[in-house]
């Protein structure tokens, strides 16, 4: 079974404009498994069930070999020695182990942390709890278009940083940071670059060497492959030292212990050698989609705001925001959609996402965003249809919106001075 | 070929059919359970199912689950959480996971059975008011022998101590019910009862304030962030459920066990069964054949197509000399040449014939081996 044919299969099995489960866009919260993916892991479970651990029987080996064919993939994705890559449990994982155990292991010379206030939440709030153990922290803000002030970078680099932890591609705006320069400022200043790629892995060409990143977190589920799996690049040269976050038998060199789960590692393995392939047109496929989505939106509604620098983004991803609608009367009404306000980590609460609101975003801009994101399996059907119900959504509650109605008539909003209740 | 014997159910389990149904079946769905729309929504559901099918193997409520990557991490959670500002006390035979989690812990002795001694924990308690977080695993997972669990706990919780469980080796294995045990938390994992790798849990059946190994995200009510695992998770929930259906079967398995090492000594009349005077878990052998070596036990068998091991399955390659049976005073000879059956779900009448058959083989050939040795002449200088 390919790609091509299940997704042939799903446009049949939902006939041509309408269908009969919601249609999925919201790949960054996490995407469908490629049926190949799958195809390579089925032998884990089932006859190659042993404990990749095991070192003294066929079964034990045979996991072993499926991991360590894995290790070679993701390594090979990033330009990186098989021998620097430690598998966890996912890409939080990763965040925590990278940022903690760095921190940790070089306390007694530096303390100091540099990240960015729109960073994922596991990022934060790992350097939160690094402040209540005694770490400094300085969360950079970033500009109007979500990307980094370099300049500001510099200057905000001491003596005492350990570490500058900068996400590659961001969860809700698709931001691409520049990496190689982050990379060049941090290596001529003595300072380890761990970036979260969560999201940036395996769909924007990185190289761990010609960035000089040496730490960089990898997710499985973000890139067609299983959950539960990710990874942590771990820089050998010059060597980048970690306290564990998890001890036990001493498996991953220390870095990780616990028995490796050989399916999912294969599984994040297949993933990632399948995105070296088809990279390029994956990207190229998936970002005429997103291109048809945001024109076909904004050549019917006006008032419409991309968060977030166009040019600099993940082909995958839009974060739009609707004026004049309210942001749980646009989500009611496109129920059979997919998509996600805000990042799914938080999305349940029905705050304002800190990230736009770091961009500038208004409070009520903010509360009107829809994260759309695209992917392998994305059609141009769905594309279609999502951006018809949306603009169909808002076109609905602007014309039941007095202030709508205000705003056409050409009354400036934020003039109108309004009553005491 | 034959398929393998595999008998090393210790190290891991083979999956069970209904796991790799429902696992496949889940892998082949989308959805982040955070997500608020219908795919994220169906997650969550399965993921809940699971979570009251992992609950009831152990008798606990659903809430008390917290699932993690694994009974490593599980046990490393409980540590870190109940053993924030407490001295920590654990039983010589602990898993690495426990006792590598657990720096510059106390560590409460065995006796030749490989039980922890209760005298020695209560004289430890009562020598240091200080208040103790004691870990005591429910079955070694080398000999099998089960831990007097309940009186632990009574006897920590009446000095104020908090108490941790390794479960690991015992879920699925035997009847468990948290509550009897007295455990605050109990570490699970399901690849060693038939679910997938990858996958575990802690139960947390006492009072007890979260405090997280890693954070971001705030799943599990804040114990363990990360997207879950959604297609493990199913598949630990069916495994769980089947484990728990099928522990008289397993329990059955003792008998098997007993025949088994009855027959090996039969076969080599010098062998040492370990633990065999402590109840054991149904399906755990730990045999030592004085005079060769385990790793060449294991090797010869492999050889013959059967699956056992020396010791736990970790990471270095290197077969360390048993901790757990140095604590029970084995001379270090002997535990030099002890290896590990395992046996479980899949275990056929067959499967033992070959053992035996292969390790009096084994045995038969390295005699003559060491024979033709003794008779050479010394090779010249």
């Given at each position: 079974?390919?790609?091509?044919?299940?997704?042939?299969?799903?446009?049949?099995?939902?006939?041509?404009?309408?269908?009969?489960?919601?249609?999925?866009?919201?790949?960054?919260?996490?995407?469908?498994?490629?049926?190949?993916?799958?195809?390579?892991?089925m032998p884990y479970f089932l006859e190659k069930f042993g404990n990749p651990h095991s070192r003294n029987h066929t079964h034990g080996w045979e996991a072993e070999e499926g991991v360590e064919t894995a290790r070679k993939q993701v390594a090979d994705l990033i330009g990186a020695d098989e021998r620097e890559i430690v598998f966890t449990s996912g890409a939080t994982e990763s965040n925590n182990l990278a940022i903690s155990g760095v921190a940790n292991?070089?306390?007694?010379?530096?303390?100091?942390?540099?990240?960015?206030?729109?960073?994922?939440?596991?990022?934060?709030?790992?350097?939160?709890?690094?402040?209540?153990?005694?770490?400094?922290?300085?969360?950079?803000?970033?500009?109007?278009?979500?990307?980094?002030?370099?300049?500001?970078?510099?200057?905000?680099?001491?003596?005492?940083?350990?570490?500058?932890?900068?996400?590659?591609?961001?969860?809700?705006?698709?931001?691409l940071q520049p990496l190689k320069e982050i990379g060049e400022i941090c290596r001529a200043?003595?300072?380890?670059?761990?970036?979260?790629?969560?999201?940036?892995?395996?769909?924007?060409?990185?190289?761990?060497?010609?960035?000089?990143?040496?730490?960089?977190?990898?997710?499985?589920?973000?890139?067609?492959?299983?959950?539960?799996?990710?990874?942590?690049?771990?820089?050998?040269?010059?060597?980048?030292?970690?306290?564990?976050?998890?001890h036990g038998g001493g498996q991953e060199r220390g870095f990780r212990s616990g028995t490796l789960p050989a399916p999912l590692?294969?599984?994040?393995?297949?993933?990632?050698?399948?995105?070296?392939?088809?990279?390029?047109?994956?990207?190229?496929?998936?970002?005429?989609?997103?291109?048809?989505?945001?024109?076909?939106?904004?050549?019917?509604?006006?008032?419409?705001?991309?968060?977030?620098?166009?040019?600099?983004?993940?082909?995958?991803?839009?974060?739009?925001?609707?004026?004049?609608?309210?942001?749980?009367?646009?989500?009611?009404?496109?129920?059979?959609?997919?998509?996600?306000?805000?990042?799914?980590?938080?999305?349940?609460?029905?705050?304002?996402?800190?990230?736009?609101?770091?961009?500038?975003?208004?409070?009520?801009?903010?509360?009107?965003?829809?994260r759309i994101g695209f992917g392998r399996f994305t059609t141009e059907d769905e594309v279609d249809y999502a951006a018809d119900r949306i603009i169909e959504a808002v076109q609905k509650l602007r014309n039941m919106s007095p202030l709508w109605e205000m705003a056409q008539e050409g009354i400036d909003i934020k003039s109108i001075k309004w009553a005491a209740h | 070929m034959t398929r393998p014997v595999y008998l090393d159910y210790n190290a891991t389990a083979p999956l069970k059919?209904?796991?790799?149904?429902?696992?496949?079946?889940?892998?082949?769905?989308?959805?982040?359970?955070?997500?608020?729309?219908?795919?994220?929504?169906?997650?969550?559901?399965?993921?809940?199912?699971?979570?009251?099918?992992?609950?009831a193997l152990v008798n606990a409520a659903p809430h008390q689950v917290v699932f993690t990557s694994g009974g490593t991490e599980a046990n490393n959670l409980a540590l870190a959480a109940l053993g924030r500002g407490r001295r920590l006390v654990v039983s010589a035979v602990e898993h690495d996971s426990v006792l590598k989690a657990a720096a510059g812990a106390e560590i409460v002795p065995v006796d030749s059975r490989g039980e922890v001694d209760l005298s020695a924990l209560k004289a430890m308690l009562e020598r240091d008011a200080?208040?103790?977080?004691?870990?005591?695993?429910?079955?070694?997972?080398?000999?099998?022998?089960?831990?007097?669990?309940?009186?632990?706990?009574?006897?920590?919780?009446?000095?104020?101590?908090?108490?941790?469980?390794?479960?690991?080796?015992?879920?699925?294995?035997?009847?468990?019910?948290?509550?009897?045990?007295?455990?605050?938390?109990?570490?699970?994992?399901?690849?060693?009862?038939?679910?997938?790798?990858?996958?575990?849990?802690?139960?947390?059946?006492?009072?007890?304030?979260?405090?997280?190994?890693?954070?971001?995200?705030?799943?599990?009510?804040?114990?363990?962030?990360?997207?879950?695992?959604?297609?493990?998770?199913?598949?630990?929930?069916?495994?769980?459920r089947l484990a728990r259906e099928d522990i008289p079967a397993m329990q059955d398995l003792a008998r098997v066990r007993d025949e088994m090492e009855a027959r090996l000594l039969r076969a080599a009349s010098e062998a040492v069964v370990f633990a065999s005077g402590s109840s054991r878990l149904p399906n755990t052998s730990c045999i030592a054949l004085p005079g060769i070596a385990a790793e060449t036990q294991v090797m010869a068998l492999d050889l013959a197509g059967v699956a056992v091991s020396a010791g736990s399955a970790c990471s270095s390659g290197k077969v360390a000399p048993s901790h757990v049976l140095r604590a029970m005073g084995v001379a270090p000879e002997l535990t030099k040449t002890a290896i590990r059956i395992s046996l479980g779900w899949r275990t056929t009448a067959d499967d033992i014939d070959h053992l035996v058959d292969a390790w009096a083989v084994l045995r038969a050939r390295s005699r003559s081996l060491f024979a033709d040795r003794a008779g050479s002449p010394a090779p010249a200088a």
């Open positions: 079974m390919t790609a091509m044919t299940t997704t042939k299969d799903a446009e049949t099995a939902r006939g041509s404009n309408a269908p009969k489960r919601p249609v999925y866009l919201d790949y960054q919260a996490t995407t469908p498994m490629d049926p190949r993916v799958l195809e390579a892991m292991f070089y306390k007694d010379k530096k303390n100091h942390i540099i990240t960015l206030v729109t960073e994922h939440k596991c990022v934060l709030d790992t350097c939160r709890h690094l402040e209540l153990q005694g770490f400094e922290v300085t969360y950079l803000p970033v500009q109007q278009d979500g990307l980094l002030d370099l300049e500001l970078l510099k200057k905000t680099i001491t003596d005492k940083t350990v570490v500058v932890s900068v996400m590659g591609a961001h969860n809700e705006i698709g931001v200043r003595g300072v380890f670059f761990h970036t979260d790629c969560a999201q940036a892995f395996g769909k924007i060409p990185l190289d761990v060497n010609e960035m000089k990143i040496d730490l960089m977190s990898i997710s499985g589920h973000k890139i067609y492959g299983p959950k539960g799996i990710g990874a942590l690049y771990v820089r050998r040269r010059p060597r980048v030292r970690l306290v564990p976050l998890i590692c294969v599984g994040l393995g297949a993933a990632a050698e399948i995105a070296k392939r088809e990279m390029a047109q994956d990207t190229e496929r998936v970002g005429k989609l997103r291109d048809r989505f945001y024109k076909r939106i904004t050549d019917r509604l006006p008032e419409v705001y991309l968060n977030g620098d166009l040019k600099n983004r993940l082909a995958s991803n839009l974060n739009l925001s609707f004026a004049y609608v309210e942001g749980e009367g646009l989500m009611m009404g496109i129920k059979d959609l997919s998509v996600s306000s805000g990042s799914a980590c938080t999305s349940a609460s029905l705050e304002p996402s800190y990230v736009l609101r770091a961009l500038g975003v208004t409070e009520d801009l903010a509360h009107t965003s829809l | 059919p209904a796991v790799i149904e429902a696992m496949t079946s889940a892998l082949a769905e989308c959805g982040n359970a955070s997500s608020v729309h219908r795919f994220g929504r169906l997650a969550r559901r399965s993921i809940e199912t699971a979570r009251e099918e992992v609950a200080r208040p103790a977080l004691v870990a005591v695993m429910l079955a070694n997972n080398e000999t099998g022998a089960i831990q007097p669990v309940a009186q632990v706990a009574s006897l920590a919780h009446a000095h104020g101590a908090l108490v941790h469980c390794d479960a690991v080796q015992a879920a699925g294995k035997m009847d468990i019910d948290v509550a009897r045990l007295g455990a605050d938390t109990l570490a699970l994992s399901a690849h060693k009862l038939g679910g997938p790798q990858g996958i575990g849990a802690l139960v947390v059946a006492g009072s007890v304030d979260v405090r997280p190994l890693f954070v971001g995200g705030g799943q599990e009510r804040g114990w363990r962030a990360g997207t879950e695992n959604t297609a493990a998770i199913r598949g630990f929930g069916v495994a769980a």
